[in-house]
């Protein structure tokens, strides 16, 4: 972990801790959709399109601290990352590559919104995320037959990185699209720029 995304680390636990202590109204609730994936860096061979896209799921439950126009809302993922078939990554094997990397996503999102209480309302967020990789596979075409191989020992066992997004929020749900992005290189071991981002469509249900 480097010093900036520890004291990153350090203030969004502060934060977390002062919304929740002052926030008048808690809720907590399950959330899910679908996610476009790629594989972004000056080392990744790989046009920005959604079909060049991994197509996930997101899917994971929420706390949710709110006040007037205001809303802290941490979040624990399981979030479908990698890239299409289409991806050239030398690094994690030859020709094109389909890169399957599956995380425990924990968000820190905080929300500003026209909603003065619980009746709805529409808001952007942002906040850091901290990321947990659980599998990472490859999956590459070998004369016609694809090949699937596991690389976890080649990928780092955590990401970090930020979210940003807007939503529309009702009474007891909410819909959001974010856009995700990883601040430092996936690879074990390596110098090469090669990072998450992705592109997801979200609903939750608050209780």
């Not at 002052?22 to 994936?37: D, E, F, L, V």
Request: glycine share 12%.
């Amino acid at each position: 972990m480097t010093r900036a995304t520890y004291v990153l680390a350090v203030l969004t636990a502060g934060a977390a801790a002062v919304a929740f202590a002052c926030a008048p109204a808690r809720a907590a609730g399950i959330t899910g959709g679908g996610t476009a994936a790629i594989l972004i860096g000056d080392d990744v061979d790989v046009e920005i399109d959604l079909d060049r896209a991994r197509q996930g799921l997101s899917a994971g439950i929420y706390f949710s601290a709110r006040a007037p126009n205001f809303e802290f809302r941490p979040e624990i993922l399981y979030v479908e990352m990698g890239s299409g078939d289409q991806t050239l990554l030398p690094a994690l094997g030859a020709g094109p590559l389909e890169v399957d990397l599956d995380y425990v996503q924990v968000p820190f999102l905080f929300k500003l919104t026209s909603a003065t209480d619980r009746q709805g309302g529409v808001g952007i967020f942002f906040g850091p995320y901290a990321a947990f990789n659980l599998d990472a596979k490859v999956t590459q075409d070998v004369g016609g037959v694809p090949v699937t191989t596991d690389v976890k020992d080649l990928v780092r066992n955590t990401d970090v990185g930020a979210i940003v997004g807007l939503s529309i929020d009702g009474e007891y749900w909410s819909l959001d699209i974010r856009y995700t992005q990883g601040f430092e290189n996936i690879l074990e071991g390596s110098s090469l720029d090669v990072r998450n981002a992705a592109v997801s469509v979200m609903l939750g249900m608050s209780f």
